[in-house]
């Protein structure tokens, strides 16, 4: 399971940026878009499923809608998701999530998008007031793409109730949180075990422990350990467990004294 995920735009789009009036930064929407694109990812991690990116990752550069397409459908993604913040209020009020798929598409894209504005809805409050938040539109990476496609439009840049909320860490965390539910309801992603360093240290100090209790259950092995310790090379403990190279070198030149 290979996820495409498309933070839109740049940091150079012209005009793609909160209101000024909002937000006195004019925070660019590639930012916006590309912290919840990382977080995605970095949440997806957790589950049995690869993720690619076909934006620029800096934002430096511009990755044509061309190039963003055909990253995905020559790798083979199984999944675009293509993740956008809004505008058109011009300083009202009002907005909220809108999810959009284009004409035609199957009940696979439909309900990819459905899960996307549920779940995006659901972890971040941002409900909106648009008539139609299950959107249909031809817009590029929707129309060329060769897998299921959807693009989320994550509240106004320039809407006096929606900016002051995008602009948070927090909504960045809840989307990204949405986000991942909605793949993983989808796709049925199953969360993959992970061992930290700490515990992989436990589980080999387990193993050493319950080796050195081990007896040998061979007779050849059992006449080993007693030539061993008459020919004073070993006490003979543990002796099904495993041995560093010095412990080799001392037991060598033990035999040799
Ligand atoms: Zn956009």
Known sequence: MLIAIDAGHYLGTPGKRCLRAIDPRETREWVLNGRVADRVEERLTAYDCQTMRVDDVTGQKEVTLFDRVLAANLTGADVYLSIHHNAGI???????????????????TTSLQRAVYEHTVASTGLRGNR???LGVANFYVLVNTTMPAVL??????????????????????????????????????????SVTYEEWVAFYERYQKEQAKKEPTEKWQSDTVKKAIAAGISDGSRPLDTMTRV?????????KE
Do not use: N, R
């Open 90 to 108: 011009k300083g009202g009020s009002g907005g909220g999530i809108v999810v959009y798929v284009c004409l035609g598409v199957g009940e696979d």
């Open 131 to 133: 008539s139609q938040p």
């Open 152 to 193: 989320g439009e994550f509240g106004f840049m320039d809407s006096t109730t929606d900016t002051p909320i995008i602009l948070t860490e927090k909504y960045a965390d809840q989307l990204a949180d949405g986000i991942v539910a909605a793949l993983v309801e989808q796709y049925h992603l199953k969360e993959v075990d």
């Open 247 to 255: 412990e080799g070198m001392a037991m060598v030149l033990a035999g």
